[in-house]
């Protein structure tokens, strides 16, 4: 029983870490840059909500809405101000970029009067309810997540396989020049994909506030979830939602049953484990490339 | 003005390519080596770590701008050098031997760490090495019976025998000296094969590789000759701090490595150097600045953050050579007066050389 709870917690956490990773996965297949800085547009988020309630007085639900759009529109506003200004350039230089731009937004969060550099708590309307089905106990914050993280999965399946805007991003990801002879407006398609990455990191953020509180650390989770991108091999959505459930069972499991500090390290030692056994990931494609 | 009248090959490969750097460099040579003399100790001090901090970054700089592979927990191997210092000197060795096994051990696990990432291109080595220098901060922080855990280990005082460097001014030349040597071998491998294809691979892997170049030997030896340049700097870091904890190895330190070669400028050796300078006095200019800015900012704990990352971002988008690469610039166009043209240095796009493929 114990082992099946801590399963049942470890695909709680993994769903985060797979809303992070699918995030870093829409950005690297659409633009082919990573975005470090997916972590802090996770804090951002959950800053944001937490402002909303704060601040404005707005009611829980209306306040996760809005900051789910400021959150969305912000990801498309970085797009167009600081990414596509590199575009073209070095994978490298759109990395260092993100970081500069994560330590920005940390800072500039600590700022930010009362609640930049606090702990808070923005605590849902179904907090401390729990279901009991037979001898486990599953709290409705975790069956949020689960349930979020579902309906988003479906969400973008639909997105990508039956809409044309789904369908130009996938052509956009194949070949960005061809994309771009075939009429189809790659980069607006790249503001968009930034916008929804952003808006997938800002729901995990939000998400994830119940459990560890708000503060502006918080992004830091966000390093763990490029392990879950990497074991899913790095450009396939489905992989980004196993290797983050993946990354989430096994770091429950071994802060259980292992000694202390293997929890934190268990993400890093099985993405290493991952690059040598296979290193393009579970779903990845081996790719050679042509002159 | 001024043409360089070139009348031998071995001009091509000379350290110093115009007259006029050895007066330059001999004057600088001379003011360093007479600092105690003239400067007090806090000038010593800032520039030991300047020197410490030049050290990792020539070590990043070979990885990261010469053989352009990133790597983004090389502070791990910072920490590796420390702490196999601290241990050793701790136990009695002599100095050099200490030196000598930090750099080493570091190198070796360069080795163990970099084999498995660099069958895999680009991003996977970042998250491998990121993935790294998690691992290796949780080691420093449980490892108790030789790092002290979480507590921290203190580092005596770097001696052979009963000669002991005790005082800032012999740490201060220690410094200078293994910085020199470092620049004079990394300058050295640069301009001989090795070096040369460590460049070819940045530049291109499919040439490179049908050129003839073992691309994972040649990437394995960048990977560990990096390491355990870092490894040297650390084993001088954990003297000048004289106490080693885990926390000074976490990601903000390799993020301050990576901010120190971009800063500086990839793919130069001077950018090291400017880098390192630029890292020591960002601090000092933000404190002084603290005055003059309203209190809700000066307070605020994330202004270092926000002007690092402000900076950072500032640099790779509108000048990536960095300040070494701003500085050529400003050389240029006054060597070429007037003939000098605005789009001599124009990054070119590079929207075809995709890391995936068609």
Known sequence: MDFLQQVFSGIALGCIYALIALGFVLIYKATETVNFAQGELMMLGAFAGLALVKFAGLPFWIAVLVALVGITAFGALVERLVIRPVLGQPQFTVVMLTIGLGYVVRGLITMVPVIGSETSAFDPPYKGMVWKVGGLILSYEQGTVIAVTIVLCCAFYMLFKHTKVGIGMQAASQNQLAAHYMGIPVKRLNGLVWGLSAGAAGLAGLLLAPFTFVHVNMGYIGLKAFPAAVIGGFGSLPGAVVGGLAIGVVESLSGYYLPEGFKDVAAYVLVLAMLMVKPNGLFGTATRKKV | ?358
């Not at chain 2, 007037?338 to 070119?348: D, E």
Request: charged share 10%; net charge positive.
């Open chain 2, 1 to 358: 003005m001024r043409f360089l009248l070139k009348t031998d090959y071995v001009q091509d490969i000379a350290l110093a390519r115009q007259p006029g750097q050895r007066i330059w460099y001999g004057l600088l040579a001379v003011a360093l080596a007479a600092l105690p003399l003239w400067a007090g100790a806090y000038w010593i001090s800032q520039v030991t770590l300047v020197l410490i901090y030049a050290v990792a970054g020539l070590g990043l700089m070979l990885l990261a701008g010469y053989t352009g592979l990133a790597s983004i927990g090389h502070a791990a191997f910072l920490g590796v050098g420390a702490y196999t210092q601290a241990y050793l000197v701790g136990k009695g060795w002599p100095f050099p031997l200490a030196l000598l096994g930090a750099g080493g051990l570091s190198a070796a696990i360069g080795v163990l760490v970099g084999l498995p990432a660099l069958r895999v291109k680009g991003i996977y080595l970042a998250i491998a090495t990121l993935a790294f220098g998690f691992i290796a901060e949780e080691v420093f922080a449980r490892w108790e019976s030789v790092t002290g855990g979480n507590g921290g280990l203190q580092v005596k005082a770097p001696a052979i025998g009963d000669w002991q460097l005790r005082s800032s001014e012999s740490l201060y030349y220690l410094s200078l000296v293994l910085c020199v040597l470092v620049t004079l071998c990394v300058l050295n491998l640069l301009r001989g094969s090795t070096g040369r294809a460590f460049i070819a691979m940045r530049d291109s892997e499919v040439s490179a590789q049908s050129m003839g170049i073992h691309l994972a030997r040649y990437k394995t030896l960048a990977f560990s000759l990096s390491a355990g340049i870092v490894g040297l700097a650390g084993a001088l870091y954990a003297h000048k701090l004289r106490f080693v904890s885990p926390e000074q190895f976490g990601i903000s330190q390799s993020i301050d490595l990576l901010l120190l070669v971009v800063v500086g400028g990839l793919g130069s050796v001077h950018g090291a150097f400017l880098g390192a300078i630029f890292l020591i006095t960002m601090p000092q200019l933000i404190s002084l600045a603290k005055d003059y800015l309203p209190a809700a900012i000066a307070q605020a704990t994330g202004l270092q953050a926000v002007v690092f990352g402000a900076v950072l971002m500032g640099f790779v988008m509108f000048e990536p050579q960095g300040l070494y690469g701003r500085w050529v610039k400003v050389r240029t166009y006054f060597e070429m007066f007037p003939a000098y043209r605005k789009g001599l240095f124009r990054r070119q796009k590079s929207f075809q050389k995709s890391e995936r493929l068609k």
